[in-house]
C-alpha cells in the first residue's frame, strides 16, 4: 500500500510517499506561501498529488494540517486566518471527489502523536501524551491507542490551559494562557526582556552550554512554567509517557533531566514511577507518518464493511 502523505505547515509543505511497514520512500518539500490563500494551498497538493500518481500507484491520501482540523469531516473548523480561505475548507470531499482514493485530514500535533505512536518515541504505547514546542505549545492525546478529540474534534489544545492568573496575553484573546509562558517564543521573549537581546533557540542553548549565568536563570524560570503546566496534564491524563516534540527535542537527554527533576518537585511518585518522559524520535517525518497511520486505519474500516 502506498500513500501519500502531506504536511501542511504555516511556512512549509512537508510531503512523501509512504507504505504500510511505515517507511518514507521519499520526501520533499515546498513553500506554503500561506498568504496567497486556500486556492493556491490546493493547487499545490494538485500538483503534489499529480507528480507522484504518474510515477506510482497509490492508496490514498493523507494529510496533516495546521489548525483546528475536525478530522471525522475532514474539515478546518478553526484556527487562526494564517492561509486566507482555510477555515471552512472541506479538504477530505475535494480530494475524495477529484482523485476517487481515501483521504485523511488531521491536525498536526494529533498526527505528530500518532507517528511517533506508529514508528517513533510512544512505539507499542497505548496511553501517552504528546506536547509540541515551538511559536506555541500544541497537544496530543492518544488513549487506548486512539486521538481523543472531543466533540468538536478540537481536544487536547494544552497550550491555553490558563496557568498564570491576569498574565501575558495570548493570541486566544486569554490571559496567561500555557503557551505565553512555556513556548519557544516565551522563552525567547524573556531572553529579550531580561538580557535585551533578541536570539534564536540555537544560539540561547549554546549560552546554556557556556553555563552563562543570566541564561541559566532563565532557563530555570521557563521550566518551572513548563512543569507547571505539565504537572496538571501529568494528573488529568494519568500517562505512561509523555512525548515532547518542537525544535527543542534537540537538546535531548540534557534538557530532559532538568525537566524531570523539576517534575519531581511537583507531581506524586505513583504518578511518576509509571512515567517515561521522551522527547520526540521523527522530528519533521512524524506529520506525514501520522496522516499515513490515519489513512491506513480508514482503508482497514472500508475493507471491514466491504468484506
Ligand atoms: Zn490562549
Known amino acids: 500500500m502506498n500513500i501519500i502523505a502531506i504536511d501542511i505547515g504555516g511556512t512549509e509543505i512537508k510531503y512523501g510517499l509512504v507504505n504500510e511497514g511505515g517507511e518514507i520512500l521519499f520526501s520533499s518539500s515546498l513553500l506554503t506561501e500561506a498568504s496567497k490563500g486556500v486556492e493556491q494551498l490546493l493547487e499545490k497538493i494538485y500538483k503534489i498529488v499529480d507528480e507522484i500518481k504518474l510515477k506510482t500507484h497509490i492508496d490514498g491520501i493523507g494529510v496533516s494540517a495546521t489548525g483546528q482540523i475536525d478530522g471525522k469531516k475532514g474539515k478546518v473548523v478553526g484556527g487562526t486566518n494564517l492561509?486566507?480561505?482555510?477555515?471552512?475548507?472541506?479538504?477530505?470531499?475535494?480530494?475524495?471527489?477529484?482523485?476517487?482514493?481515501?483521504?485523511?485530514?488531521?491536525?498536526?500535533?494529533?498526527?505528530?502523536?500518532?507517528?511517533?505512536?506508529?514508528?517513533?518515541?510512544?512505539?507499542n504505547k497505548k496511553n501517552f501524551i504528546c506536547l509540541t514546542i515551538g511559536t506555541g505549545i500544541g497537544g496530543g492525546v492518544v488513549l487506548n491507542g486512539e486521538l481523543l478529540t472531543g466533540e468538536g474534534s478540537v481536544a487536547a489544545e494544552f497550550g491555553h490551559l490558563q496557568i498564570v492568573?491576569?498574565?501575558?496575553?495570548?493570541?486566544?484573546?486569554?490571559?496567561?494562557?500555557?503557551?505565553?509562558?512555556?513556548?519557544?517564543?516565551?522563552?525567547?521573549?524573556?531572553?529579550?526582556?531580561?538580557?535585551?537581546?533578541?536570539?534564536?533557540?540555537?544560539?540561547?542553548?549554546?549560552?546554556?552550554?557556556?553555563?552563562?549565568?543570566?541564561?541559566?536563570?532563565?532557563?530555570?524560570?521557563?521550566?518551572?512554567?513548563?512543569?507547571?503546566?505539565?504537572?496538571?496534564?501529568?494528573?488529568?491524563?494519568?500517562?505512561?509517557?509523555?512525548?515532547?516534540?518542537?525544535?527543542?527535542?534537540?537538546?535531548?537527554?540534557?534538557?530532559?533531566?532538568?525537566?524531570?527533576?523539576?517534575?519531581?518537585?511537583?507531581?506524586?511518585?505513583?504518578?511518576?514511577?509509571?512515567?517515561?518522559?521522551?522527547?520526540?524520535?521523527?522530528?519533521?517525518?512524524?506529520?506525514?507518518?501520522?496522516?499515513?497511520?490515519?489513512?491506513?486505519?480508514?482503508?482497514?474500516k472500508i475493507n471491514q464493511k466491504t468484506c
Request: aromatic share 10%; with cysteine; proline share 2%.
Open 83 to 123: 492561509i486566507p480561505g482555510w477555515i471552512g475548507t472541506e479538504l477530505v470531499k475535494i480530494l475524495e471527489e477529484k482523485y476517487k482514493i481515501p483521504a485523511i485530514l488531521e491536525n498536526d500535533v494529533n498526527c505528530a502523536s500518532l507517528g511517533e505512536m506508529w514508528m517513533g518515541a510512544a512505539k
Open 165 to 300: 492568573k491576569n498574565g501575558k496575553e495570548c493570541g486566544c484573546g486569554n490571559r496567561g494562557c500555557y503557551q505565553a509562558y512555556a513556548s519557544t517564543t516565551a522563552l525567547l521573549n524573556l531572553v529579550e526582556e531580561k538580557i535585551g537581546k533578541r536570539i534564536n533557540g540555537k544560539e540561547f542553548f549554546e549560552e546554556i552550554h557556556k553555563n552563562s549565568t543570566p541564561y541559566i536563570e532563565i532557563l530555570n524560570e521557563w521550566v518551572d512554567y513548563f512543569t507547571d503546566g505539565l504537572s496538571s496534564l501529568i494528573y488529568i491524563f494519568n500517562p505512561s509517557l509523555v512525548v515532547i516534540g518542537g525544535g527543542i527535542s534537540k537538546q535531548g537527554d540534557f534538557l530532559m533531566e532538568i525537566f524531570k527533576k523539576s517534575l519531581e518537585k511537583k507531581v506524586m511518585k505513583n504518578y511518576l514511577d509509571i512515567l517515561t518522559l521522551k522527547m520526540a524520535e521523527r522530528g519533521n517525518d512524524a506529520g506525514i507518518l501520522g496522516a499515513s497511520y490515519l489513512l491506513i486505519e480508514k482503508n482497514k
